[in-house]
């Protein structure tokens, strides 16, 4: 078996472990940019939604299917690549696409939203988020110092869950050492990366609006649809 297939033979067997449903935003949709992403990091968020069933799949039905809230009468759309629940992960966007989560963090990274919905382990879905970060920055030849919290971009409070005082602080340094942790298993062999060798972009190609370096979630005003909620 040449290196090659062992790697996808690898990313198949993350992939099974962490159970990434793939569920991609329609091209086209106003919530899918579709503008290339050269990734530099790995962005954390919280989805600020402690509702009964505000899970993965919810939140997957709610970027298809709406993919914006409504502020002072106007929609903002939002996107972002992963959605993290104690048992299962959804995958929204292409890894080389970027989302609209944290304002100038959209040009520059992946966005992965944890769950916090009513009943969640949180300790499970936070376990599974930092072996999906750990899989990407391994992917993308990154280290530790490329994970950023939404936090770090815009002064947002998120990940609400793992900020301390608004801030980044011990819980964040706790979920640091997770990712780290994941990820030297990665390094030493132990455990299958996530996908094959990234595609090489060259930035001279990328172009970004304003918009891209403005448009945030506030995550508090995502408003799921009830139906996704009363399963
Ligand atoms: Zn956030």
């Not at 992403?37 to 790995?42: F, K, P, Q």
């Not at 072996?131 to 998120?158: E, M, P, R």
């Not at 990366?193 to 370096?213: Q, R």
Request: contains cysteine; aromatic residues 6%.
């Amino acid at each position: 078996m040449d290196s090659s297939e062992e790697c996808s033979k690898m990313a198949t067997i993350l992939t099974k472990v962490l159970n990434i449903v793939d569920a991609i935003i329609p091209a086209g949709h106003p919530n899918r940019p579709g503008k290339k992403l050269l990734v530099s990091g790995v962005t954390i968020h919280n989805t600020d939604n402690t509702n009964k069933g505000a899970d993965a799949k919810a939140h997957s039905k709610f970027l298809i299917k709406t993919g914006y809230y409504m502020l002072q009468g106007k929609k903002h759309y939002v996107s972002w690549h992963f959605t993290v629940d104690d048992h299962e992960i959804y995958h929204h966007l292409p890894t080389d696409e970027i989302g609209w989560h944290a304002g100038r963090g959209n040009t520059k990274t992946l966005a992965i939203e944890i769950c916090m919905n009513a009943g969640i382990d949180h300790s499970a879905a936070n376990k599974r988020a930092a072996q999906l970060a750990a899989g990407l920055l391994h992917d993308f030849k990154l280290d530790i110092t490329c994970l950023y919290s939404h936090n770090h971009w815009t002064g947002k409070v998120c990940p609400k869950l793992l900020l301390d005082h608004h801030h980044e602080g011990a819980k964040w340094i706790a979920f640091k050492a997770l990712v780290a942790e994941a990820a030297a298993e990665l390094a030493s062999g132990k455990r299958a990366i996530l996908s094959k060798e990234p595609a090489h972009i060259d930035p001279k190609h990328l172009h970004y609006t304003i918009e891209d370096e403005t448009n945030e979630i506030d995550h508090h005003s995502l408003i799921l649809p009830e139906e996704d909620l009363t399963k």
